[in-house]
T-cell receptor, first 114, second 112 residues
Framework: DVKVTQSSRYLVKRTGEKVFLECVQD?????MFWYRQDPGLGLRLIYF???????EKGDIPEGYSVSREKKERFSLILESASTNQTSMYLC?????????????FGPGTRLTVT | QQQVKQSPQSLIVQKGGISIINCAYE??????FPWYQQFPGKGPALLIA?????SEKKEGRFTISFNKSAKQFSLHIMDSQPGDSATYFC???????????FGGGTRLMVKP
């Protein structure tokens, strides 16, 4: 079974704090993703990485950065947390084979910024 | 600007009824259309997917109907059960790249 784990299920931080969200996958997938999930807006892509040290901006990268030093680990960094970054954050890794494509998601981290 | 529009945002269905969720897309480069199911406290998980060379795909009680000319696709859940209560996301993937574009989600409640 593919497993994507996220370091925290719930996190409460103060405005201006630097926040690290960690994600680990155990299936040697090359591609990893960070999304935020907000009601009515679905899942919006923040950043993705297609290899170690490689990253590309998604639809809403402002206020975020990422780090991928090892293939299995993808970190999302909020340099200076703001209240509008209160959200559910989902990490995923993806696999493609013989025309089948699937993203595997972690359980999410619910971040509250006060 | 949402490239994949999903409706309705919420849906209540009686047990045994049919649940229907609709999605529309704009980008003709999309060539893979999955549906994801998310239970409370869990991440989304792939439910069923279709490519535009077929108009329908069925897996158990779940069916995707695809209309390429209208750029629309829908999920039908037959004989809906309380255990189907979850949030459903449609998505689309382009023929190049590894990214999914998600719809806004539909929160389904199946009443016993």
């Amino acid at each position: 079974d593919v497993k994507v784990t996220q370091s925290s299920r719930y996190l409460v931080k103060r405005t201006g704090e630097k926040v690290f969200l960690e994600c680990v996958q155990d299936m040697d997938h090359e591609n990893m993703f960070w999304y935020r999930q907000d009601p009515g807006l679905g899942l919006r892509l923040i950043y993705f990485s297609y290899d170690v040290k490689m990253k590309e901006k998604g639809d809403i990268p402002e206020g975020y950065s990422v780090s991928r030093e090892k293939k299995e680990r993808f970190s999302l960094i909020l340099e200076s947390a703001s209240t509008n970054q209160t959200s559910m954050y989902l990490c995923a890794s993806s696999f493609m084979s013989r025309g089948t494509y699937e993203q595997y998601f972690g359980p999410g981290t619910r971040l509250t910024v006060t | 600007q949402q490239q994949v529009k999903q409706s309705p945002q919420s849906l209540i269905v009686q047990k045994g009824g049919i649940s229907i969720i609709n999605c529309a897309y704009e980008n003709t480069a999309f060539d893979y259309f999955p549906w994801y199911q998310q239970f409370p406290g869990k991440g989304p998980a792939l439910l069923i997917a279709i490519r535009p060379d077929v108009s329908e795909k069925k897996e158990g009680r779940f069916t995707i109907s695809f209309n390429k000319s209208a750029k629309q696709f829908s999920l039908h859940i037959m004989d809906s059960q309380p255990g189907d209560s979850a949030t459903y996301f449609c998505a689309a993937k382009g023929n190049a790249g590894n990214m999914l574009t998600f719809g806004g989600g539909t929160r389904l409640m199946v009443k016993p």
